[in-house]
């Protein structure tokens, strides 16, 4: 988009705080266009640094061939370590999400599902090893542990440090590839009486 990418540039050539006409003047484009994308300056930093930062999942991932508890990690660790890194940008991205929802102002693009793109390229080695519905379950599941929300699900409401919290992702995601890989078993034990 090129909104986000006019604020990249601007940062990257040392405007580290730019103001919304500083970034609609370099996109050439209305204030109005970028506060219907949005909600502020943090926001449209945040949207930039975490599509910035975040790591590509094919490249992380060719480490790990078709190891899947060794994809899965790497999956998690690609976002868990942005979103837990950025602990109040992180905040202020779901309350500016939420505030949208709130006022019936929400978009199916709010939440542009990093997370997912992290989580499929993970459970490639799973594609004719599960049926679709397996598949589903095991990436919604997945879902749960990675992403903004586990974050503020273990350090505000579970009370958390940090530290711990990325252990009990870490956990969660061990204990779903465990499962996943029983299924499989499972499957490839009933095709084999078949």
Do not use: K
Not at 85 to 93: Q, S
């Amino acid at each position: 988009m090129a909104i986000v990418d006019a604020v990249a540039d601007l940062v990257q050539s040392g405007n580290t705080t730019p103001t919304i006409d500083d970034v609609a003047e370099a996109a050439t484009v209305s204030r109005a266009t970028i506060y219907r994308y949005f909600e502020s300056i943090d926001d449209l930093l945040w949207q930039m640094y975490a599509d910035r930062h975040i790591v590509d999942p094919d490249s992380s991932m060719a480490i790990a061939g078709d190891d899947l508890g060794r994809r899965v990690r790497i999956a998690e660790q690609n976002i868990n370590d942005f979103i837990f890194g950025d602990e109040e940008g992180t905040r202020a991205f779901e309350r500016v999400t939420l505030e949208r929802r709130a006022q019936g102002r929400g978009r199916d693009d709010d939440r542009p599902g990093r997370r997912f793109d992290q989580i499929d390229v993970a459970l490639a080695p799973l594609a004719g090893r599960l049926d679709d519905g397996q598949l589903e379950l095991v990436r919604h599941a997945l879902s749960l542990a990675i992403g903004s929300h586990s974050m503020l699900a273990l350090l505000d409401t579970g009370r958390l440090d940090p530290e711990r919290a990325r252990e009990v992702t870490r956990f969660t995601c061990d204990a779903i590839v465990a499962e996943a890989e029983r299924m499989v078993a499972e499957n490839a034990a009933t095709e084999g009486d078949g």
